[in-house]
């Protein structure tokens, strides 16, 4: 029965690093959306009597990330050469670190759950292949070819496809509110790699299997959810798991198999003999740390702290562009923060939505978000007011201009509604004699007072005064 094997999971993520040239290289790193082949030079191409220079904004943004990761990072770091013969890596070797990792023994808490973070390294990435459907051949795209990437590889301590999936969040978010990577799966700025075995509870871990190269968080849970299943078949069966490399299918919604899964030694390590090794200094991590900004889990006390509802304040704490929004228009906000959140997670993600907009290409201004809401707040606008009004604010204008050159301003004077009502009353005698001894008649004198105050005044207390009236 499939029930009884449990998965163990663990992850390889890949962050490229938003440097302005590639790790070893002064080739600029901005290639996503170019003409293929036009980031490289001779070092990305592998040319002979090239030399690597290592980058030290990459160090830098690999230290401030194992930090967030609650990594150790002092001490002696080392790169080394990994060899290997694919295509897509024209020095048929990729530089990359072995047993001296810039970042070892992390953790991250997902859930009140502790993942164990074993290392993060340096490394250059590889090119691309690309496969056209209309020839016998492939392509080769060296554009990404040397990009920084920092590969972080956890404990086998993930347990569900869904655990997976939000850690995977977690660390999207620490990478992007740090501003290390964009993090972008869909640019191939954020790569997963998943080892799951399956076994039964108590019992000593299996044998693991890789799944490679999944570029989306749905992807990951999807794979690991297939192939627990799988593995799971196999073993009920009798039969044995081969440690094996396989690729997901999305389109069949399937893993299939790659490879036989390569060993350390099959890439024949030894030090990078044109890199001498590193000495993270506790001076350096005094720099680097106090350099870092608030991290998400930092982030979500500070919102708790304000009232904001737990599962709000765990997606605004999560989002670099919202959290930004609403941390600029609290600033000066006097009111409840929730009232903030509710229009940024609200009417603004609505509108968003709607047009398929970015919130950091919008033309939202914080401060015009805080001034509706404040309009609103002091009863100078009503929320069906605010609504009609938002389309314009979310094009950059500015709603207390827009108050005063439209006089929409809410009516709250007593004596000005107490006016209305007169004059309302006067006109219908025969409905004011109905209202007196059936409320649901005061209907038919609310509409004609609401639109006498051109639908400007605040309802509560039309009503109240109305009331009043009809009592006296």
Known sequence: MLGMFEPVIGLEIHLHLSTQSKIFSSCATNYYGSEANTHTDPLTLGLPGTLPTLNAEAVEKALMFGLALNCEVEGFTQFHRKNYYYPDAPKNYQISQYDRPICREGFVMVDGERIGITRAHLEDDAGKLVHPGYAPYSLLDLNRAGMP?????????????????????????????????????????????????????????????????????????????????????????????????????????????????????????????????????????????????????????????????????????????????????????????????????????????????????????????????????????????????????????????????????????PVVIAAAIDEVMQADPATVEKAKTNPKAVNALFGPIMKKLGGKAKPELVREILNSKLEG
Request: aromatic share 4%.
């Open 149 to 413: 990437l920092i590969e972080m590889v956890t404990e086998p301590e993930i347990k569900s496809a869904e655990q997976a999936r939000v850690f995977l969040g977690m660390i999207r978010s620490i990478a992007q509110a740090l501003g290390i990577s964009d993090a972008n799966p869909e640019e191939g700025k954020m790569r997963c790699d998943v080892n799951i075995s399956v076994r039964r509870p108590g019992e000593a871990l299996g044998t693991k299997v890789e799944v490679k190269n999944l570029n989306s968080f749905r992807s990951v849970a999807l794979a690991i959810e297939f192939e627990t299943a799988r593995q799971s078949k196999i073993l009920e069966g009798g039969g044995k798991i081969t440690q094996d490399t396989m690729g997901w299918d999305d389109g069949g919604q399937k893993t299939y198999l790659m490879r036989t899964k390569e060993g350390e030694a099959d890439y024949r390590y030894f030090p990078e003999p044109d890199l001498p090794p590193l000495m993270i200094t506790a001076e350096m991590v005094a720099k680097v740390r106090a350099k870092m900004p608030e991290l998400p889990a930092q982030k979500l006390e500070r919102y708790l702290s304000l009232g904001i509802k737990e599962s709000d304040a765990q997606s605004l704490s999560m989002s670099v562009s919202l959290s930004r929004v609403l941390d600029s228009a609290l600033q000066g906000y006097t009111g409840a923060g929730q009232n903030l959140v509710n229009w940024l997670l609200g009417d603004v993600s609505g509108y968003l939505a709607g047009r398929e907009l970015e919130l950091e290409k919008s033309k939202l201004e914080p401060a015009h978000l805080r001034g509706l809401v404040q309009l609103i707040d002091a009863g100078t606008l009503s929320g069906k007011m605010a609504k009609e009004l938002l389309l314009e604010v979310m094009e950059g204008a500015d709603p207390h201009a827009l108050v005063l050159e439209r006089g929409l301003a809410v009516i709250s004077d």
